[in-house]
């Protein structure tokens, strides 16, 4: 593993925002991102001691026969290439021997509220929530690297989780420093090291950029990391616009927010969706199915108490071929008209295909002290 860069040639980055002072009073501000090595799969061993070691793969029902997939997998599984989204039943061809075993939701938050509190309790610790998973925590030190270990201990103590933590002057450079210290490790990546370490990989490596972003780039000649940081800005443009284009030369560049944002997230919207274990193929199906998902739906944005003010409405054709259809509504509370607005939406499904799966996501107002933007990447939460 490449080593991490000596701390006398860190690019601290303005950092603002409320810090705690960790290693003295001249500490230097730093982002770690903390990230729970195989979490769901880790939580399920704690609970069932005698499958450590074993290829665990955690789904739907934990039945492969049943059209779901999968969620996660511990190592010892992904070393057969199994991966989150991958459907069940391949994912149990992948691994024959494989212990698979239902997704338990309530079990996963559980063991992540322990781990968010523990990082909240960590000395001058700002924590920006991202998931069951993983978190930023915003810090001063001197050795950042000890703080970190001082974190993972006592996430080890509390939970008996282990997790990686990556160190960055910037968001972006946290998250990507944590996949270089799994599991369980510590890296650092910063302005200094940022092209060592980064700058010959391909682009999709990167926080933000997907395989579709990547091939895109690549007909522009921009095929490394280094090459993305290269490139004006303004070359991009054209090709994707001027948020997005200069946007990924930033992500090239590792550059981007280094405030660790305390403020909780809240949800611009609430989503259910039902893998069907057989095809729908009539209308009388679909709006069933539509009319259940959007009751579903309405229980959670009932508890935000915020109105709906968008719909979209997701379609997976058999075999695999997914859409989606999205409206924007008038800002309503009226159950009635929103699940009118849902059924207009599904009459646009085309008719006489069979569907394996419908998802309906209903967007809703936000709060004017709400965390701005959509990911830390794009001038944060």
Known sequence: MLACTPLNAVWPG??????????????????????????????EVLRRPELAGKPIIVGGRGDPTERAVVSTASYEARAYGVGSG???RIAARKVPDAVILPVDPE????????????LHAQPGATVQVLGWDEAFVGIESGDPEAYARQVQAAV????QLHCSVGIGDTLVRAKVATGFGKPAGVFRLT??????????????????????????????????????AATDPQDLVHEFGPKM??????????????????????????????????????????????????????EDVAAEGRPVIGLTLKVRYAPFLT???ARKIPE???????????LDLAAGIEAGRPIRLLGLRAEMTMPDDARKGHTPTRGGW
Do not use: C
């Open 191 to 228: 302005a200094a090291n940022w092209l060592e370490v980064m700058g010959s990989r391909p682009t999709k490596d990167l926080w933000g950029i997907g395989t579709k972003v990547s091939g895109r780039l690549a007909k522009l000649g921009v095929n490394t990391v280094a090459e993305l």
């Open 323 to 325: 859409k989606t259809h």
């Open 14 to 43: 303005a950092y603002r925002g409320r810090l705690g002072q960790t290693g003295g009073v001249n500490g230097i501000p730093w982002v770690l991102h903390v990230d729970l090595d195989q979490f769901i799969a880790a939580v």
């Open 245 to 298: 284009g200069p946007w990924y030369a930033e992500l090239g560049r590792g550059d981007g927010a280094s405030v660790v944002d305390a403020t909780p997230w809240v949800a611009r919207g609430h989503s259910r969706e039902t893998t069907f274990q057989r095809d729908l193929t009539e209308p009388a199906q679909v709006d069933d199915a539509v009319r259940e998902l959007t009751t579903r739906v309405l």
């Open 107 to 118: 079990a996963y938050l559980a063991a992540s509220e322990t781990v968010m509190a523990t």
């Open 156 to 159: 080890l103590e509390r939970t």
């Open 332 to 342: 309503t509370f009226d159950r009635d008209e929103i699940l009118a607005r849902a």
């Open 86 to 88: 991958m459907p069940l």
